[in-house]
């Protein structure tokens, strides 16, 4: 008869219990930031073909991007666009081999999040 080993490997990983790291957070926001860029994209092109059909539908899109609801659109989009254009220098960094050490991939993980804060602010703030 053999003998089971047990396995070292954990059976239930309970997600509530993991301690999320910058480096954690900068990678699952740089992919949602991907997400949404790609979602945001059917307002866009929407809104081209608005422009180019007629003058009246250039109007009426003038009128409908002045709404409150168009333009906090029109920011989220310009925000994931912003942060994943910053956290994809910061991968393209990491690829040349900078910031490969725990620490290095820390602070930039955190001066990744914190340019794109200030950014997008200014971002909302051209918006409106």
Not at 21 to 34: D, K, L
Not at 45 to 69: A, H, K, N, T, Y
Not at 78 to 107: K, N
């Amino acid at each position: 008869m053999v003998k089971s080993v047990k396995s070292q490997r954990p059976v239930n990983l309970d997600i509530s219990t993991f301690k999320f790291t910058p480096q954690m957070i900068a990678s699952i926001t740089h992919r949602i930031a991907g997400v949404g860029i790609f979602i945001g994209m059917a307002f866009l092109i929407w809104g081209l073909g608005m422009s180019l059909q007629s003058q009246d539908s250039f109007e009426q899109l003038r009128e409908c991007l002045g709404s409150v609801v168009a333009k906090l659109i029109i920011w989220v989009i310009l925000a994931g666009l912003i942060y994943h254009f910053i956290a994809g220098i910061r991968h393209l960094l990491m690829d040349l081999g900078y910031f490969e050490t725990l620490e290095g991939s820390r602070v930039l993980s955190v001066a990744v999040m914190v340019l794109s804060a200030v950014l997008i602010i200014v971002a909302g703030v051209w918006v409106w």
